[in-house]
């Protein structure tokens, strides 16, 4: 039995059968050993750089507790066993946790983030922390200040940003699923260019409290998995009300997985058409095309629409976050957390420890956002870019009174080459331009594979209503089971 092929429910049963198939340590090494092998710079040629932390240690000794605890028969967690990567933006109790940033290089939280605390008691194996665009700001993985993330399709080219490690690490098979963030695409469009799932929950769904904040109105964890159904798994874990989290909603969490077989056929699907404009690529809309033409065969109802207010998303969400991130990352001061250039003069202190430990990417959204923020400028740009947002929620609430999900490319493009867009910020923000929508309107969505472009990756992105996540995880999944895309895996042969 190849261990690092099960899914979470396979991996589940093997465990827990009665005559125990395999143990917890077994599966934790099989997975190290392909960690290791990809984590390592010196193979050049299978190197993805997916990791910053690799926690080999803890996660040998979960393993062997939880065998004991299996052998005893004790009570185990939901996701017990399970090899899971978590983006450097989640706070880990005593373990250290970077958020890409040189700034936080030894920075070890007093506390771990709800959702961390929450995987941990579903009894998860954490094999490390996995490689971000800093603060998680990016689209590529190249703003991460350790190194960037190779793509595992083709090692010339990024595996999108800014969970880069995380989607990475899934799809060269290093962990069976990974936490990522998503603020404006991080866990879809990643997801998108390394050919696995992703899913951004609903704005209030999944607590961010311990998540080290980018742009905390739009900031939401969420999962990478190889399939559907594995991402329900984790989305069942980590989705719920946290009193610590102020933007948490009380609302209640469904029963994700139960809810995937319910039939699909009643749903209507909307084809919003500001998608499927300039600068996608024509195998990404020939994919999407045949995507969405197998979703017809099952019975669902296609029906084009539009949304007025979407070209305007993007600009908004660059005025948006920034503003955003530019209050954020002000607590970065040399005084209270991460390195520090000290200085006699307390302002000189503050200048050169961000001046010395911010990447060039922090720094521009800093002075983009505190420009934006600042005397006269303040309406022209930040309250103009609010109305802005609610347009646009408004043209997705009226849109999903008629139907009950949209389906979009995920990103216009496959996977670019390492290094062809760094010079040039404002072609990295147009990778974004089909996924901020959905973080300016709090929306949920999925990014699920649907074929591929010049042998790379091309995601499928399914939008739906507020809270509606089990009817978005329903027609995927579905999808899923009529198609093969997330079972092909990258050969490293290149
Ligand atoms: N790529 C987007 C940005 O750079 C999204 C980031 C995110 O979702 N964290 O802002």
């Known amino acids: 039995m190849e261990l690092t092929n099960l899914s979470i429910k396979q991996l589940q049963e093997g465990l827990l059968a009665e005559k125990r198939q395999f143990s917890a340590i077994e599966v934790a090494e099989s997975y190290l050993e392909i960690l290791h092998r990809h984590e390592n710079k010196k193979k050049t040629n299978e190197f993805v750089g997916a990791f910053i932390t690799i926690l080999e240690d803890s996660a040998l000794a979960k393993a062997k507790e939880l065998d004991k605890k299996i052998e005893r028969g004790d009570k185990v967690g939901s996701l017990v066993g399970l090899p899971l990567g978590v983006k450097d933006v989640f706070a880990t109790q005593g373990i250290i946790t970077t958020a890409g940033s040189k700034i936080l290089e030894n920075y070890k939280p007093p506390y771990s983030a709800t959702v961390v605390e929450r995987v941990e008691s579903a009894d998860v194996i954490i094999l490390g922390k996995t490689n971000c665009d800093e603060f998680a700001m990016g689209t590529s993985g190249e703003n991460s200040a350790y190194y960037s993330t190779h793509n595992p399709w083709d090692l010339s080219r990024v595996p999108g940003g800014s969970s880069s490690g995380s989607a990475a690490a899934v799809a060269a098979g290093e962990c069976l699923a990974a936490l990522g963030t998503d603020t404006g695409g991080s866990v879809r469009q990643p997801a998108a260019f390394c050919g696995v799932v992703g899913v951004k929950p609903t704005y209030g769904r999944v607590s961010r409290y311990g998540l080290i904040a980018m742009a905390s109105s739009l900031d939401q964890g969420g999962v990478i998995a190889r399939s559907v159904e594995d991402a329900a798994y984790l989305l069942q874990t980590i989705a719920g009300y946290d009193a610590k989290d102020a933007t948490s909603v009380d609302n209640k969490v469904p029963d994700y997985i139960g809810e995937l077989n319910k039939p699909v056929k009643d749903l209507v699907i909307g084809i919003p058409r500001e998608f499927f404009g300039e600068g996608m690529e024509p195998g990404v809309a020939e994919a999407v095309k045949q995507a969405i033409a197998e979703i017809e065969k099952l019975g669902v109802k296609i029906k084009e629409v539009s949304l007025p207010s979407m070209p305007y998303a993007l600009a908004a969400y660059y005025i948006l976050t920034p503003a955003e991130v530019s209050a954020n990352l002000a607590r970065y001061d040399g005084m209270r957390y991460g390195e520090s250039a000290r200085k006699d003069i307390l302002y000189e202190t503050y200048a050169r420890t961000r001046g010395q430990f911010l990447g060039a990417e922090a720094k521009r959204r800093i002075m983009l956002g505190t420009y934006v923020l600042s005397a006269g400028y303040y309406e022209a740009y930040y309250q103009k870019a609010k109305s802005v947002q609610l347009a646009i929620k408004h043209d997705f609430a009226k849109i999903f009174e008629q139907v009950d999900l ?89």
């Not at 509606?468 to 999944?477: D, F, N, Q, S």
Request: proline share 10%; aromatic share 8%; glycine share 6%.
């Open 406 to 494: 949209l389906v979009t490319p995920t990103s216009p493009t496959v996977a670019f080459t390492l290094g062809s867009k760094v010079d040039d910020p404002l072609a990295l923000y147009l990778a974004d331009i089909n996924t901020v929508p959905v973080n300016i309107a709090g929306l949920p969505a999925i990014s699920v594979p649907c074929g591929f472009a010049a042998g790379l990756p091309v995601g499928l992105q399914l939008i739906a209503k507020p809270w509606a996540e089990a009817t978005m995880l329903r027609l995927a999944y579905a999808y899923e089971q009529v198609t093969e895309w997330h079972n092909k895996k990258p050969s490293f042969k290149k």
